[in-house]
């Protein structure tokens, strides 16, 4: 058998390969001759972490978690590790994986704040609206500075009507990172729910001035622009929305709402195919909703074969 010695220089090889999984079993073997020191571990670890190493990661703390007690800085390493982890099975669809581990980096370390973050979007995903907004909150108990749980709390307070609440939270991420994706285009909404559209207006023209090429920003610079009877506006910032991003569904909406209010019955219906091809679903029910409505936009078009085929789609 080696002498620790001999597999820790065996370990420092492996590193320098970066053939991680041989390192982490000559530091494991060294670890059951001689518990590895803290200093030593609080020094490797973030080689792991780096290079996005987290199974081994786990493997080693939890290994030297075995023979001593773990240093705060060994219990946040392995919290990270582990919720690194999470994140990687939840994007290759594994959520019962990721949930699990996500769990386990709470208990690791209960004063990180990512795996709430990460477990309120599982919550959210499966329906679970009130668990996944106390998860944002315990994750921002841990830290104020969270962007993602406070962006996520943020649109859970707008979908319940909350807008007031759902302001004060964008507003905060734009105070710490004014560069976060949505941040602009989902005040502006929130705001224009509130009644200030002057100030959803801006706070989008300075989303639009980073972003010049966002398809959401400048799709709801057109429905404000509609609001405020600038046509010709709305339809500009539409069309360019669909330049930045052809299967924006709610420019493509718009923009056949007002081609039908034009009565430029072939462009509208252009639009209408164009949505039907992004989605379907929202195609069928837009113009089934449309149909029912007191005033329908579309019943010129009614006959046209295109327009009966998307109504009457099977789900």
């Known amino acids: 058998m080696d002498g620790i010695e001999d597999l820790l220089k065996e370990a420092a090889d492996h590193l320098s390969d970066q053939d991680y999984p041989a390192a982490c079993r000559c530091l494991l073997a060294a ?24 199974d081994q990661v786990i493997a080693l703390l939890e290994g030297v978690a075995a023979r001593r007690a773990l240093t705060r800085e060994e219990k946040g390493n392995l919290a990270a590790a582990l919720n690194d982890r999470a994140v990687e099975r939840f994007r290759a669809g594994d959520l019962e994986a990721g949930e699990k581990l996500c769990e386990q980096a709470v208990k690791a370390d209960p004063t990180l704040s990512s795996p709430h973050t990460n477990l309120g979007k599982l919550c959210y995903h499966r329906g679970e609206a009130m668990r996944a907004l106390w998860h944002y909150v315990d994750a921002l108990d841990r830290d104020a500075d969270n962007t993602a749980a406070r962006f996520n709390l943020g649109l859970l307070y707008a979908e319940s009507g909350l807008f007031t609440a759902a302001a004060e939270q964008f507003r905060r991420i734009l105070d710490l990172d004014p560069d976060y994706p949505g941040i602009h285009s989902e005040l502006g909404m929130v705001l224009l729910e509130r009644g200030e559209r002057e100030e959803a207006e801006k706070v989008l023209r300075a989303g639009m001035a980073r972003e010049p090429e966002n398809d959401s920003i400048l799709s709801n610079l057109g429905y404000i622009a509609i ?21 924006n569904v709610a420019s493509l909406q718009n923009l056949a709402c007002l081609m039908a209010l034009r009565d430029r019955w072939d462009e509208a219906m252009d639009f209408l195919t164009r949505l039907n091809k992004v989605n379907g679903d929202l195609a069928r029910k837009f113009l089934r909703d449309d149909e029912k409505s007191e005033q329908p936009k579309f019943a010129a078009l009614s006959d046209r074969p295109e327009y009966r085929a998307i109504v009457r789609q099977k789900v």
């Open 31 to 54: 670890n059951e001759q001689k518990t590895l020191e803290a200093g030593f571990v609080e020094g490797i670890v973030p080689v792991f972490l780096d290079a996005g190493a987290y």
């Open 227 to 247: 609001l405020a009877q600038r046509e010709e506006e709305a339809e500009g910032m539409w069309t360019k929305s669909l330049h930045a991003n052809p299967d």
